[in-house]
């Protein structure tokens, strides 16, 4: 059975940082990612790296978050830096065969990151 088990999530201050975690077990994938949706608004892309390392970040998380992946332990992880109260949302990994990813591919439950101002 496919599963993304996301982590990480929580409170952090503006200008503070967190890193989020997800694990896949299952299968491997060629794109991981992140999307969000904050409240009252429609699930967006944040950023997705490929299996050679290919990376896509939206442009308002560009300088701010990092994504990275290690393939041995089918994790995929964002560090994000420079915190904004506009990034709290539930923050949802999503997996791949091609990028970007589909709502018919594979989803997180999803972890909430609130950003206080």
């Known amino acids: 059975q496919v599963q993304l088990a996301e982590s990480g999530g929580g409170l952090a201050q503006a200008g503070g940082s967190l890193r989020l975690s997800c694990v896949a077990s299952?299968?491997?994938?060629?794109?991981m990612g992140w999307f969000r949706q904050a409240p009252g608004k429609e699930r967006t892309f944040v950023a997705a790296?490929?299996?050679?390392?290919?990376?896509y970040y939206e442009d308002s998380v560009k300088g701010r978050f990092t994504i990275s992946r290690d393939n041995t332990k089918k994790t995929v992880y964002l560090q994000m830096n420079s915190l904004k109260p506009e990034d709290t949302a539930v923050y949802y990994c999503a997996a791949g065969d091609r990028h970007p990813v589909r709502d018919s591919d594979y989803w997180g439950q999803g972890t909430q990151v609130t950003v206080s101002s």
């Open positions: 790296i490929k299996w050679g390392g290919t990376i």
């Open positions: 299952g299968r491997t994938f060629n794109v």
